[in-house]
């Protein structure tokens, strides 16, 4: 399978049977980029009693015990990369220059972590941090797109993935600039909780519920910019009415245009084409009714509108990365 999917390891569940609740560390150093860092501390540092499930246990590790902050601040962490050694998943913020070569010790951090099986995630430039430790050779990877160029350059053993905002590679996600950390990061909640709570993280946000990772980092006009019956309003009727048949000429009357229009406006403001949206967020649907009912295969399928039940599980497993069977179960284990 494609690393630009997101499969779902049966391996990553949020609890790891030994300690409760999962334990993501976020590393800091000096020069550090504030958005990718705050990205991670929100997201997963902010408790969130209303959920109803063991949230994450979040730490910062630095090598140092300050750090200064690009834009005149600094940040003090509590902790040095010791933690990494009991974490399940370490995120790597943006790296300070593509220039610069990481301290051996925070490359031996990561990949002794790897090597005892911790998700390892990266925003933005935070891949070179990987890279340079040798654990993107021979896997799919991405990064900002200024600086894939470059990475393509310095990394020829990288099989790197122009153009998505996140590749998911098993154990290790790497993802592209900025917002694009909370796609992955969402992504990451989606693997542990299941979809529900993700999407309830992402509204709490002010984010899209999901962005899959294929999807285009460069996106030339934003839907929410569109005015009167707008992209995004089309999206949004579409999403309540999955389970009819939705073709393009049926889209394209909602938005108030041309199918021609329509297919160019689409493309332009999420980076896809229709059908593959469609195909997508029916899986998505498929997704939270396993974990939410008890209905079977044959009704979740005509309910998130596949055709076939044979289609539905084609669908889900290129996008899940698993069976609606093994997905199902892996959720109930959880809530067990």
């Not at 997963?44 to 902050?69: C, H, I, K, M, Q």
């Not at 834009?71 to 913020?93: Q, R, Y």
């Not at 195909?279 to 209905?295: G, H, I, S, Y």
Request: glycine share 8%; with cysteine.
């Amino acid at each position: 399978m494609s690393g630009r999917f997101s499969p779902i390891p049966e391996a990553l569940l949020p609890y790891n049977g030994s300690a409760l609740p999962h334990r993501v560390v976020t590393i800091a150093y000096d020069r550090l980029w504030p958005l990718e860092f705050g990205i991670a501390a929100e997201i997963f540092g902010w408790e969130r009693p209303d959920l109803g499930v063991d949230w994450y246990d979040f730490r910062v590790a630095a090598p140092s015990g300050t750090n200064r902050a690009m834009g005149g601040f600094s940040i003090s962490a509590e902790h040095g990369l010791e933690i990494t050694k009991d974490a399940d998943t370490i995120i790597i913020p943006g790296w300070r220059d593509v220039e610069d070569t990481p301290p051996d010790d925070l490359l031996d951090a990561l990949t002794a972590a790897h090597a005892r099986g911790a998700r390892l995630v990266s925003y933005c430039t935070g891949a070179f941090v990987l890279a340079h430790a040798g654990l993107l050779d021979g896997r799919q990877a991405t990064t900002h797109w200024t600086y894939l160029p470059r990475m393509k350059q310095q990394f020829p053993e990288i099989d790197l993935v122009e153009d998505v905002l996140y590749v998911d590679a098993g154990s290790i996600i790497t993802s592209a600039g900025s917002s694009a950390a909370i796609d992955a990061s969402l992504h990451v909640i989606r693997q542990d909780f299941g979809s529900g709570v993700a999407n309830k993280v992402a509204r709490s946000l002010v984010a899209p519920p999901h962005r899959d990772g294929g999807q285009s980092q460069y996106v030339e006009a934003p839907v929410q910019e569109r005015p009167g019956k707008s992209i995004a309003g089309v999206l949004d009727m579409a999403r309540e009415q999955l389970d009819r048949p939705l073709t393009i000429t049926c889209l394209a009357d909602l938005a108030g245009m041309s199918e021609r229009t329509f297919l160019r406006r689409f493309r332009e403001g999420t980076g896809t084409t229709p059908l593959k949206w469609l195909r997508r967020e029916r899986v998505f649907r498929a997704m939270n009714l396993l974990e939410t009912t008890r209905l079977d295969t044959a009704d979740i399928a005509l309910q998130s509108g596949f055709a076939s039940v044979e289609t539905f599980r084609t669908a889900f497993r290129e996008i899940a990365g698993t069976s609606p069977l093994a997905y199902r179960k892996r959720f109930e284990a959880v809530e067990s």
